[in-house]
T-cell receptor, first 110, second 116 residues
Framework: RKEVEQDPGPFNVPEGATVAFNCTYS??????FFWYRQDCRKEPKLLMSVYSSGNEDGRFTAQLNRASQYISLLIRDSKLSDSATYLCVVTTGGSYIPTFGRGTSLIVHP | GAGVSQSPSNKVTEKGKDVELRCDPI?????LYWYRQRLGQGLEFLIYFQGNSAPDKSGLPSDRFSAERTGESVSTLTIQRTQQEDSAVYLCASSLARGGVGNIQYFGAGTRLSVL
């Protein structure tokens, strides 16, 4: 089993739709969780950190479920500009080498 | 600097030649990472530097790959006797290497390497 798994998609949704991605991790000692966004032929950029209590940033909501070992990202009112690959990133306690998921591709169409 | 800087942005080389890629991390960031990303693939960890500690080289794919970093400054990734399968984007990232949000990595724009 891979350490961090994501559905590669693509998720193809119309503008205005709500879409959710999940990411599962295998190491129960994982401590830090992030979602990054990578546009085509660009570098990854931090979208948001994921806190135990869940957190929201505008149209984006991230949640952590430690019991089931997954994190989620919810995007409401999708925009064309949300089209990108969303990377799940997990760091295990005691290590500063994060593990990246393969990414989930989102395509928002008019 | 304002962000992580990598050079060159593009590099075309012939099979068998050596190449050197450079990364300037964000000032004050003690941790520096190198990744490789092949077309349409995920990020592949190569090497990690933390301050003056011995680097974690566990991701280097072969002894043709090496990297150096002086203190908490510039790093260079060297690929000797390049092969066509080395063609990829090489990404550098830096972080504060502390808990929680200190683990956030900031990436450079990458070096796109093409081996002919």
């Amino acid at each position: 089993r891979k350490e961090v798994e994501q559905d590669p998609g693509p998720f193809n949704v119309p503008e205005g739709a709500t879409v959710a991605f999940n990411c599962t991790y295998s190491n129960s000692a994982s401590q830090s969780f992030f979602w990054y966004r990578q546009d085509c032929r660009k570098e990854p950029k931090l979208l948001m950190s994921v806190y135990s209590s869940g957190n929201e940033d505008g149209r984006f909501t991230a949640q952590l479920n430690r019991a089931s070992q997954y994190i989620s990202l919810l995007i409401r009112d999708s925009k064309l500009s949300d089209s990108a690959t969303y990377l799940c990133v997990v760091t295990t306690g005691g290590s500063y080498i994060p593990t990246f998921g393969r990414g989930t591709s989102l395509i928002v169409h008019p | 600097g304002a962000g992580v800087s990598q050079s060159p942005s593009n590099k075309v080389t012939e099979k068998g030649k050596d190449v050197e890629l450079r990364c300037d991390p964000i000032s004050g960031h003690t941790a520096l990472y190198w990744y490789r990303q092949r077309l349409g693939q995920g990020l592949e960890f190569l090497i990690y530097f933390q301050g003056n500690s011995a680097p974690d080289k566990s991701g280097l794919p072969s002894d043709r790959f090496s990297a150096e970093r002086t203190g908490e400054s510039v790093s260079t990734l060297t690929i000797q006797r390049t092969q066509q399968e080395d063609s990829a984007v090489y990404l550098c990232a830096s972080s504060l290497a502390r808990g929680g949000v200190g683990n956030i990595q900031y990436f450079g724009a990458g070096t796109r390497l093409s081996v002919l």
